[in-house]
């Protein structure tokens, strides 16, 4: 056999060998600082629970001054992220639901808002929050743990939305008696860094 014909059938199977290294290397591609957040967001909590799972530890959990409150499902839409120096700046609408333990009961919480928050490395999902997950949400539920019940109302669910610096807050609770009390609404706006009630 020549020389020639040996190159040639070695450049001919060399070709198909270089085509899928090429293949192989473009799959594994890594993936950008800001998808990488957008994944871990992702994550953060089930997108649908049942009522069993809904009464057992969610898996993000926010404190909120004397409460805490537990996510069970919550979704990141509209999503930007601001990457710099192994620190992300997310801003998102979240949409969330879960419950609060504050003062030895429990209250159902629903939440859509919009969130800024940082996110830095972690080795455990890539990225983890850098302090609270969700402060607007944690600061609203904050100043209404805190607020004084008139009539002696008991607070069973809140309807929160956040807008910039406003709140609006739907809520369900009992009487004394353990009557279902009037539906109230609560106004709340941003000060500083915190929340205060407000004249709807």
Do not use: H, N
């Amino acid at each position: 056999m020549s020389k020639s014909k040996s190159r040639s059938r070695s450049r001919s199977r060399s070709v198909p060998s270089l085509t899928v290294c090429a293949l192989a290397l473009l799959s594994c591609s890594v993936a950008s600082p800001a998808t990488e957040v957008k994944e871990a967001l992702a994550r953060a909590a089930p997108l649908e629970v049942d009522a069993e799972a809904l009464a057992r530890a969610a898996p993000l959990e926010v404190d909120a001054g004397g409460a805490r409150i537990a996510i069970a499902r919550a979704v990141f839409a509209d999503v930007a992220v601001s990457v710099d120096a192994g620190r992300a700046l997310v801003v998102a609408v979240v949409d969330a639901d879960g419950r609060v333990s504050t003062g030895g009961s429990e209250v159902r919480v629903g939440y859509v808002g919009r969130e800024a928050f940082e996110m830095e490395r972690c080795p455990r999902t890539r990225w983890c929050a850098a302090g609270a997950p969700l402060p607007a949400l944690a600061g609203v539920v904050e100043a209404l743990a805190a607020a004084p019940r008139p009539d002696g109302r008991r607070p069973v669910a809140w309807q929160i939305r956040v807008e910039r610096d406003r709140a609006t807050v739907g809520e369900d609770a009992l009487a004394p008696d353990g009557a279902r009390a009037p539906r109230g609404v609560l106004a709340l706006v941003r000060d500083g860094v915190r929340w205060r009630l407000t004249s709807p």
